[in-house]
């Protein structure tokens, strides 16, 4: 009776979601050098005569805050020289301290670093500009404050199973803690100690959230290393300012664990043997998975802000608030069985629910591969020979083949499904392997990878495979589909104490598939690294795998 209730309800979810229109998940492709935000800090901008001045001040976590000018006009910036600068630290608008500083050598841009300042305090800089207007030294003031650098933190590095020899999806969200500036780097994926996928540019704004997709097959089974790195963070990173700390390629400097690297332990499994044939009447065929969820919120803490003359009198005193405010959310299912299955597929729904109440969830209908304007899809057919080597399909052929593969973005939610379907002449056989996941990830955007745009010669989107070696990276949104506009990120949903996410399959050669796992959430509080921001939450996982 049970087995029927779960029959029956999965025919209800697919009925549901073939009632919609066909293949609706083609989500557009955007280049990452197309910013989807940018609402953090730029510098600030004065002007004399025709020279301008632009300054900005930034602050990291080992105390320094370095102070950047860069002279020019309003056609063209950088140019000319700043001949002498004049900086006055303000306390609520009255000077406390004077500097003055004559470049060593003529040039368009200065530097100094300086210490002890916090964040917002407010600068007065005046420079003297050379080369601009004819015969004449423009004097340009302006008023700055000090912001933080931007700090990337990457977290929630996913799945921890997966089947041999299929594409498996592996992300990681990525967040800016501090909230004044964005900043550009890369997520590098790297199995067991090797570079495997790279998403190159990615840009995540001010306060912002978003995620990286990548893919690799492995080719053996057992338990590989991962790793997810952030590297190539620009402007310098809050966790590593010094001026050698442009490439944040490993744990920063100040951490023994570094919030630019996420780990995980992923379990490669062999296929269990598939059934023979293809069962007429359509059957409920259950799959491994490896699921996992989590919630994060962001706190502050209020410290004491103190700063004395060189005669150790008071001349700055205030308390404020260190560290940041926000929250991340993700939810990552992968699944895959040892059994046939070709497109079309007829649908596809995911669920995900807290303590038994349905918290999302989203469906695809109708879809086939896309191969003529869409990279990451391909499908491809063959036939081989008895010794497996690629043969003409004619009647010396042994066996016909179908490999395929699909990509889709609903409702914030990312799908990746890859099915193989191996037909044997001689003994009528049909056998093949099933292999997916869907992730939720409650950030801006996620940015692809060029391995999961470009997963074989067969998907080719002109302009973004065609064997460049380099070709752009894209990005697609996280927000609810409205047709029209494009909606930051996805709605927070509730983490209590148990967690589950569920997958139903429809396809019309090979039958139904489902999984289901239910993850038990644990809380958690740890303080991040830029030791001023507290993280608490819950997490869980689960995983399946029927025995080999």
Sequence with gaps: MRTLRLVLAIAVLMSAAAAQSADPGKAQLIPNSHKYSDNGFHSVNGRSGSAVLQARALRGKNG????????????????????KVQYKLLNRGVAVQTLNWKPVSASSQFTQDLTGLQHNQQMQIQANITGIDRNRTDVVTITASAKDRPYLK?????????????????????????????AHADCVLYVDGGEADRVHDIWVDAGGTVGCQTTHTFPTAGAHQ??????????????????????????AASSAVS???????????????????????PTVTLMSYSAAASDATYSPQTDLAQMFDDSGNLIYDYSSTQGKTGWQQSAQMSFWRGAPAAFPLIAATFVEKDDGAVVAGS????????????????????????????????????????????????SGFIYHFSTSMDHNRASGAVTGKLSGDVTR????????????????????????????????????WNGPDDGTTNTFGGARVPFGS????????????GGSFYASGTMQLQPYNTMLNDGF????????????????
Aim: proline share 8%; hydrophobic share 35%.
């Design 259 to 281: 919030d630019k690297v996420a780990t995980a332990t992923i379990n490669i499994v062999l296929p269990p043997p598939p059934p023979p044939v293809i069962v007429p009447v």
């Design 154 to 182: 990457i977290s929630d590095l996913g799945p921890t199973g997966g089947m041999v020899n299929t594409p498996i999806s592996i992300s990681a969200t990525v967040h800016e803690v501090n909230g004044d500036l964005g």
């Design 441 to 476: 990830t409650s950030g801006d955007v996620t940015y692809l990878s060029q391995g999961f745009l470009c997963p074989s010669p067969f998907g080719d989107l002109s302009g973004i495979c065609s064997g460049d070696p380099s070709p752009p990276d894209y990005y697609v």
């Design 226 to 251: 991962l790793a997810m790195r952030l590297e190539n963070i620009s402007p310098t990173d809050w966790d590593s300012s010094s001026d050698s700390g442009q490439n944040l390629a490993f744990a």
């Design 363 to 410: 469906s695809l209908a109708n879809i086939v591969p896309d191969t003529t304007s869409y990279s990451s899809d391909y499908n491809y057919s063959g036939c081989l020979d008895s010794s497996s080597r690629s043969v003409a399909c004619d009647a010396n052929a042994a066996s016909e083949y179908t490999q395929s593969r699909v990509m889709r973005v609903v």
């Design 64 to 83: 320094y805050t370095k102070l950047e000018l860069t002279s020019g006009s309003a056609n063209k910036l950088p140019a000319g020289n700043i001949a």
């Design 498 to 509: 148990s967690h589950q996410l569920e997958m139903s399959l429809q396809f019309q050669q």
């Design 533 to 548: 921001t507290s993280a608490t939450g819950k997490r869980g996982s689960v995983s399946f795998s029927f025995v080999q």
